[in-house]
T-cell receptor, first 114, second 118 residues
Framework: KNQVEQSPQSLIILEGKNCTLQ??????????LRWYKQDTGRGPVSLTI?????NTKSNGRYTATLDADTKQSSLHITASQLSDSASYIC?????????????FGAGTRLAVHP | EAGVVQSPRYKIIEKKQPVAFWCNPI?????LYWYLQNLGQGPELLIR????????DSQLPKDRFSAERLKGVDSTLKIQPAELGDSAVYLC????????????????FGEGSRLTVL
């Protein structure tokens, strides 16, 4: 069964600190993996996409990694800001039945405190 | 460029009443999705349209939910009658091509319609 598990479920950090969010998946056949940021009361917005051949990709203070062998991805946030407070959702794409099916994780809720 | 537009943003109804949500996707986006999101959970697909054709509605509770996408642009999602368990956020998203593809697979979400059933 295709599944995406995220940890931790929630996280509180102080402004300026770094943090790492985890995403483990059992999705086959793997197509790609995206991290989305969802602010409270808003729709998710894509941060980055990882394909099978990519190990690391950065988008400003966000750095995503992918280990296709262990089926793990991480999202590292550097020098956190109050505006980073949001839910971060890992979405894995599986090639199923002729199209890419998206499997969503439950998200990690991050709170950045001053 | 305008993003995905949804309305209403908030809706409060009593159980057994009908409710409808409207979505206008990004211009030129062929694929449209309706997702349901419960508090603290990731979005769950209800239905996916490619142009005006519903190509994946396996998770849509067809006894009370219906959707349409006339002319392959705007879409409506209807619930009749609503139940207490339908309280959630209903997200609409669109993509240029097939979801999850490396070139055009990014989903663009609307801000959602939050439904409260009393």
């Amino acid at each position: 069964k295709n599944q995406v598990e995220q940890s931790p479920q929630s996280l509180i950090i102080l402004e300026g600190k770094n943090c790492t969010l985890q995403c483990n998946y059992t999705v086959s056949p793997f197509s790609n993996l995206r991290w989305y940021k969802q602010d409270t009361g808003r729709g998710p917005v894509s941060l980055t996409i990882m394909t099978f051949s990519e190990n690391t990709k950065s988008n400003g203070r966000y750095t995503a990694t992918l280990d296709a062998d262990t089926k793990q991805s991480s999202l590292h946030i550097t020098a956190s800001q109050l505006s980073d407070s949001a839910s971060y959702i890992c979405v894995v794409s599986a090639w199923t039945g002729g199209y890419n099916k998206l499997i969503f994780g439950a998200g990690t809720r991050l709170a950045v405190h001053p | 460029e305008a993003g995905v537009v949804q309305s209403p943003r908030y809706k409060i109804i009593e159980k057994k009443q009908p409710v409808a949500f409207w979505c206008n996707p990004i211009s030129g986006h062929n694929t449209l999705y309706w997702y349901l999101q419960n508090l603290g959970q990731g979005p769950e697909l209800l239905i996916r349209y490619e142009n005006e054709e519903a190509v994946d509605d396996s998770q849509l509770p067809k006894d009370r939910f219906s959707a349409e996408r006339l002319k392959g642009v705007d879409s409506t999602l209807k619930i009749q009658p609503a139940e207490l368990g339908d309280s959630a956020v209903y997200l609409c998203a669109s993509s240029l091509g097939v979801a999850g593809g490396p070139d055009t697979g990014e989903l663009f979400f609307g801000e959602g319609s939050r439904l409260t059933v009393l």
